[in-house]
């Protein structure tokens, strides 16, 4: 399994969507039911899953669910 994959059923779950509806290309501020908070509960699920620590700085350049996984790399 890949970062991108993890990354967009972590997504899903959270906004309550389907996965395959979540591409590389999609911008995360466009993504539905998306707010800041869905986004902090993605965050949080992300470092529990992967053990990896995101450094809020790294998130300023983040702009796409690709943009973020990429992070995850």
């Known amino acids: 399994m890949t970062h991108f994959d993890t990354l967009q059923r972590l997504i899903a779950e959270s906004l309550l969507i389907p996965a395959e509806s ?3 290309e999609d911008e995360i501020a466009q993504l539905k039911n998306i707010d800041s908070l869905t986004f902090e509960m ?22 796409t669910v ?7 790399d």
Do not use: C, F, Q, W
């Open 66 to 72: 690709g943009d973020l996984a990429k992070l995850l």
């Open 22 to 24: 979540i591409r590389p």
């Open 42 to 63: 993605i965050l949080v699920s992300i470092e529990s899953e992967t053990g990896r620590t995101i450094d809020p700085m790294d998130l300023m350049h983040v702009k």
